[in-house]
């Protein structure tokens, strides 16, 4: 056994076993299931939502939510750390001992069998390029065959164009300071310009803050990033040439 694997390695062993837990109520399985697909950071292992912010999204109330983290926490699956509710939520962490079921369910899937013939194994015969009495065969050509091939009409078509499919936005209000930089270190590591150079700034419902792919930004392993480095490059590119355009007209 080597031990527990960071978070996001065995993410999907953790979900598959949180998924099983008959001990579990279908409440607390919801939280669970949209702290850690929705609003965990892959760096820090850690969630911050709110108590509302969770209402919202799943749709149950105040004190159901309270009750659903309370037996999450007593149940092993989360570390919980209260916050006050002025500034600090409260946070949210999966536990040590649920991380390391997940990396012991990860390592054994990971294992591999190798068949060795003279342990009882099998192996494949070798191919042959030519007949023989080796083993191995390939097949005589088809005349037949030949003569009726015909070039496929498709070959000479234009190649399909390729769109890219449109990602969906969410709200990171101004005041999620935490998000916000976290946000402004990733896109400087990818070489991107400011939030604000972007253009993503807007309101909603009075509330200054940023449209943006996701709550937290996607750590390498995620295998969104590449698509949230596409739609940065996209508007950046759009900006550039609006400004051009402005130029040269």
């Known amino acids: 056994m080597s ?11 953790w979900l598959q076993q949180l998924s099983c837990d008959k001990d ?4 607390a399985r919801s939280v669970a299931l949209y702290i850690v697909t929705t609003n965990l950071n892959g760096h820090t292992e850690k969630a911050w939502p709110s108590y509302q912010t969770i209402t ?14 309370r ?17 600090h939520n409260t946070e949210y962490r999966p536990s040590a001992a649920s991380i390391l079921r997940a990396s012991e369910a990860r390592e ?6 190798t068949l060795y013939p003279e342990k009882g194994g099998q192996n494949r015969p070798a191919r042959r390029s030519d007949m023989s009495d080796e083993g191995g065969q390939v097949c005589p050509p088809n005349s037949e065959k030949e003569k009726i091939y015909k070039p496929n009409p498709r070959e000479d078509a234009p190649a399909r164009v390729h769109t890219q499919r449109a990602i969906p936005l969410v ?9 916000i930089e976290q946000w402004r270190i990733w896109l400087r590591r990818h070489g991107f310009p400011s939030l604000e150079a972007l253009e993503v700034r807007i309101t909603k419902a009075g509330t200054p803050g940023y ?39």
Do not use: C, M, Y
């Open 108 to 113: 054994k899937t990971d294992k591999v069998v």
């Open 171 to 179: 709200f990171v209000a101004e005041t999620k300071t935490k998000q």
């Open 3 to 13: 031990g527990a694997r960071p978070f996001r390695d065995v993410k999907l062993q």
């Open 71 to 87: 037996e999450l926490e007593v149940k092993g699956w989360f570390e919980v750390q209260r916050g006050n509710g002025v500034g």
């Open 24 to 27: 579990l109520s279908d409440n």
């Open 211 to 249: 449209a943006l792919p996701g709550h937290w930004p996607p750590d390498e392993a995620n295998p969104r990033s590449s698509e949230w480095i596409t739609f940065f490059s996209h508007r950046r590119d759009h900006i550039a040439a609006r400004s051009d355009l402005r130029r040269v007209s």
């Open 56 to 69: 919202d999204a799943t749709g149950k109330s105040v004190k159901t939510i309270q009750r659903a983290v």
